[in-house]
């Protein structure tokens, strides 16, 4: 059995809720099976952590599995002081997975691998605060030392956290004031970009590494997480508020309608013929995900549900790991032809970035509470939670129409237990054991609240209504949303893809758009062209096409010119 969930440590800021650890969380998903795959063959220490979480995921034996077995070699190569013969970056990956392997096996020597690497940490200060990675995005080391303290209690373990909140970048600055209107290869060409990284050679204060820094989205999804972990230091509600004030904005400047942000690697706007890079994809679920572990963190688990049913699924295409997926695309996995910068290890990235941010994702859709529970995303799964000294396992199954969550237990357990009612949903009805429950007249903050003694057995119904929701998108256009999930119209061979949305139909479960054809809009190779405004009518007979969800349809228009009706 996993560690029991810690909420209060002083003089940390205690938790409200927690995801659950390696090892309380079983899903049979097939995209997270092939993650694993792609995953698990890498030897870089930064798949380690991922990897391993992915195999406490979806394996009977996550620590006979070989990636466990890496990670046990890599601690057993530690030198005698501390360290590792490793760069900072890599050595302190090699330590967060080790920390996954704890929270799997609650093995003291594995703590003793961290704390000696620590013990070095504190004898070598200026050397770790020299190298870039720790002082530009602290947010794996200090997430690191936090959660060993709450677990040590070590003064020392304190010490470290603060002297690696005040000595790194403040990225609840930048965040707070980001403003991101234009794509930056409108800012500056490429070349000028390149060169003048070339000539600043990594300078902390240069003009193009902080360019380059603030407007790459995997730093910045880190530099939230960093000011997520210093909130949490230091209590600050500046610090707690910058991911969500950086999201906001980033979502209204660069957002598509997956969840993800359009940017190749860079930001590049909200037209839907950028590509998203899903590396940066996977950072952000890790990011908004330790935002959502706070109070008043609707806004965060509304941005993870639209990831966790289209984004996240739409990284796997025909089983295998694509780098960059586009709300509009021709192909089923659109190249990098067009895009503005990406890295020689773009691939490998993306990678140890999805591995980590669906492993976060999985392991929120339930998190522990003080008093119970919460059930944030209707995720297929079996989830084991710790109430107090008893043990609940929630088994969650999910269809079109509503969420079941069966509960078992060896004894009776009081716990309240919070069911996540999204905004999209006009009418929620939850069930019992079959009989209805009034335990929506106490709804806050979007959450149902059963407080109650669970028996094993007693099994809850949740049927959320999922309306058709037509959204506004880049240059007036429009797209689809059924609950949580955006529609799209597959593109297929023969049939025409330039068309413009006139109206939506509900047909049963099926959602059909009423289209017309637009022939002003053109395509730049598999990629179709930025949406024309407001098309006027083609004078052709309207067609009707079923809708399937996002993820379903690798090659798809997700985001349509729209023609006002006559």
């Keep these: 059995m996993a560690l029991k969930p810690i909420f209060d440590k002083a003089p940390l800021t205690p938790f409200s809720c927690q995801p659950l650890r390696a090892g309380q969380v079983r899903m049979d998903h097939a995209a997270l099976k092939q993650l694993y795959a792609a995953t698990v063959q890498s030897d870089r220490p930064t798949a380690l952590e991922g990897a391993f979480r992915l195999a406490c995921l979806v394996m009977a034996h996550p620590d006979q599995e070989p990636v466990a077995a890496r990670i046990r070699a890599a601690l057993e190569a530690q030198r005698e002081d501390g360290s590792f013969a490793d760069c900072m970056k890599n050595s302190i990956a090699i330590l967060r997975a080790a920390w996954a392997l704890y929270e799997y096996e609650a093995r003291k020597p594995i703590l003793e691998h961290i704390a000696r690497w620590c013990g070095w940490a504190s004898s070598n200060w200026d050397a770790l605060m020299e190298d870039d990675d720790v002082w530009a995005n602290p947010a794996d080391l200090l997430e690191l030392l936090e959660n060993l303290y709450r677990v040590t209690g070590k003064a020392a373990v304190l010490n470290l956290c603060e002297r690696v909140s005040s000595q790194t970048m403040v990225w609840s600055s930048v965040l707070n004031t980001i403003a991101v209107q234009r794509p930056t290869n409108r800012s500056m060409t490429r070349d000028e970009l390149q060169q003048g990284l070339a000539r600043e050679n990594g300078d902390r204060n240069g003009f193009y590494t902080h360019f380059y820094r603030t407007n790459h989205p995997e730093s910045l999804a880190d530099g939230a997480r960093s000011a997520s972990a210093k909130g949490w230091y230091s209590g600050s509600a500046t610090e707690f508020a910058a991911t969500r004030t950086a999201w906001e904005r980033l979502c209204r400047y660069h957002g598509t309608v997956s969840g993800a942000l359009t940017a190749d690697e860079l930001l590049e706007g909200t037209a839907p013929a950028g590509a998203a890079s899903n590396s940066a994809l996977g950072a952000w679920a890790e990011a908004l995900c330790a935002a959502a572990m706070g109070e008043n963190s609707a806004w965060a688990w509304d941005a993870i549900e639209r990831m966790a049913y289209n984004a996240l699924p739409a990284t796997i295409v025909n089983g295998q790991v694509v780098e960059f997926q586009r709300a509009n695309t021709l192909t089923e996995a659109a190249g990098i032809e ?152 597959p593109v297929v061979k023969g049939k025409a893809w330039n068309v413009s949305f006139v109206k939506e139909k509900v047909d049963g479960n099926q959602v059909v758009a009423v289209l017309d054809t637009v022939a002003d809009w053109k395509r730049k190779g598999d990629v179709p062209a930025d949406l024309p405004v407001l098309p006027a009518a083609s004078g052709d007979a309207l067609t009707e096409t079923v809708l399937q969800p996002y993820a379903a349809c690798p090659a798809r228009i997700a985001l349509f010119p729209w023609r006002k009706q006559a």
């Design 338 to 489: 067009d895009c503005f910068h990406v890295s020689a290890d773009h691939a490998q990235r993306v990678i140890d970035r999805l591995s980590r941010g669906y492993t976060c994702v999985a392991s929120s859709a339930v998190t522990a509470r003080v008093d119970g529970m919460s059930v944030n995303l209707y995720l297929p799964g079996k989830y084991a939670v710790a109430v107090g000294e008893s043990l609940i396992m929630l088994t969650i199954d999910r269809d079109a129409h509503q969420s079941t969550v069966q509960v078992h237990c060896k004894s009776d357990v009081k716990a309240a237990l919070r069911l996540r009612i999204p905004d999209w949903s006009k009418n929620a009805e939850v069930a019992i054991n079959g009989m209805d429950s009034d335990a929506g007249k106490d709804c806050k903050g979007g959450f149902m609240v059963l407080d109650r003694t669970w028996h094993d057995g007693d099994t809850i119904t949740v049927t959320l209504e999922q309306t058709v929701r037509v959204m506004d998108g880049h240059h007036q256009g429009k797209y689809l949303l059924k609950g949580p999930i955006v529609m799209a119209m």
